[in-house]
T-cell receptor
Framework: NAGVTQTPKFQVLKTGQSMTLQCAQD?????MSWYRQDPGMGLRLIHY???????DQGEVPNGYNVSRSTTEDFPLRLLSAAPSQTSVYFC?????????????FGPGTRLLVL | AQSVTQLDSQVPVFEEAPVELRCNYS??????LFWYVQYPNQGLQLLLK??????LVKGINGFEAEFNKSQTSFHLRKPSVHISDTAEYFC????????????FGAGTRLFVKA
């Protein structure tokens, strides 16, 4: 049981490039989300999904796209990278709907946009 | 709207001393409160959570937190810290408003000195 996995661990992009951050979980969790972590700002929700085929926006969705074609995978796409997207990105999952649930986090992807 | 304020950005403490990390929240509805810990270069993991019932919640690694509704606080405590407790600690709130959003505080960096 690997839990939540994220790839790559570290990425450097040039402004304007696109890329996809991968996230997968093997716990059959219904709910998955993407956060970005910036110094002094905690974690901010980018997008989330309540099940395969269903996604919704969080606090800071601009510049990011997501899709959820399977229960296991929830990739985050940066359409045209900007320096403001330099951050650490965390994917998380939880078994059920609702804000009582514990979230399980991946190890993170560090992204540097030059 | 819900929000979380962690009152200290950094807390230095000597090994074996007690520590309290402070968290205040605001919400107009019932809340669920969490503390997560992030060790260096890792994702977040749950320390403890309050859903209902007893206001004193015990978590892993000897941590506990007390829910105080009148003070809208959820402070984290440990009577005697260890070097291995050095990490960043995040308070988070989920409200009973539907949807799937947990709001995180900015984090408190606990630094335990020998």
């Amino acid at each position: 049981n690997a839990g939540v996995t994220q790839t790559p661990k570290f990425q450097v992009l040039k402004t304007g490039q696109s890329m996809t951050l991968q996230c997968a979980q093997d716990m059959n969790h219904e709910y998955m989300s993407w956060y970005r972590q910036d110094p002094g700002m905690g974690l901010r929700l980018i997008h989330y999904s309540v099940g395969a085929g269903i996604t919704d926006q969080g606090e800071v969705p601009n510049g990011y796209n997501v899709s959820r074609s399977t229960t296991e995978d929830f990739p985050l796409r940066l359409l045209s990278a900007a320096p403001s997207q330099t951050s650490v990105y965390f994917c998380a999952s939880s078994p059920y709907r609702g804000q009582k649930e514990t979230q399980y986090f991946g190890p993170g992807t560090r992204l540097l946009v030059l | 709207a819900q929000s979380v304020t962690q009152l200290d950005s950094q807390v230095p403490v000597f090994e074996e001393a007690p520590v309290e990390l402070r968290c205040n929240y605001s919400s107009s509805v019932s809340v669920y409160l969490f503390w997560y810990v992030q060790y260096p270069n890792q994702g977040l993991q749950l320390l403890l959570k309050y859903l209902s019932g007893s206001t004193l919640v015990k978590g892993i690694n000897g941590f506990e937190a007390e829910f105080n509704k009148s003070q809208t606080s959820f402070h984290l405590r440990k009577p005697s810290v260890h070097i291995s407790d050095t990490a960043e600690y995040f308070c988070a709130v989920g409200g009973n408003t539907g949807g799937f959003k947990t709001i995180f505080g900015a984090g408190t960096r606990l630094f335990v000195k020998a």
